[in-house]
């Protein structure tokens, strides 16, 4: 069974940096092309980042681009969203999600496994 399993959230001031990993194991890692997402209180799951299979290919929502950067470790089934200049509106719980398409998707649907998140809080 694929597991996932976020960690590196917590609270930071505004502007400041956070890093967030993802690790995988139940399954292929570098077959599966990866994703964060992430919901706020009240609002629906939304699109931050995704990275394709090998790595190749990088999405970013508008929101994050410029300031978020999606990489993956295939080495270590590990995926990671390196978050700098962050504002308060980023504060939401993060989840990363695995998909057995190659090619990178902001889709939620088309993923196959999610984790359970990790909580980022940005204090203004």
């Known amino acids: 069974q694929v597991q996932l399993v976020e960690s590196g959230g917590g609270l930071v001031q505004a502007g400041g940096s956070l890093r967030l990993s993802c690790a995988v194991s139940g399954g292929p890692f570098n077959s599966y092309s990866m994703g964060w997402f992430r919901q706020a209180p009240g609002k629906e799951r939304e699109f931050v980042a995704a990275i394709s299979w090998r790595g190749g290919t990088t999405d970013y929502s508008n929101s994050v681009k410029g300031r978020f950067t999606i990489s993956r470790d295939n080495a270590k089934n590990t995926v990671y969203l390196q978050m700098n200049s962050l504002k308060p509106e980023d504060a939401a719980v993060y989840y990363c999600?695995?998909?057995?398409?190659?090619?990178?998707?902001?889709?939620?649907?088309?993923?196959?496994?999610w984790g359970r998140g990790t909580q980022v809080t940005v204090s203004s």
């Open positions: 999600a695995a998909s057995l398409r190659s090619t990178s998707s902001g889709i939620p649907y088309l993923y196959d496994w």
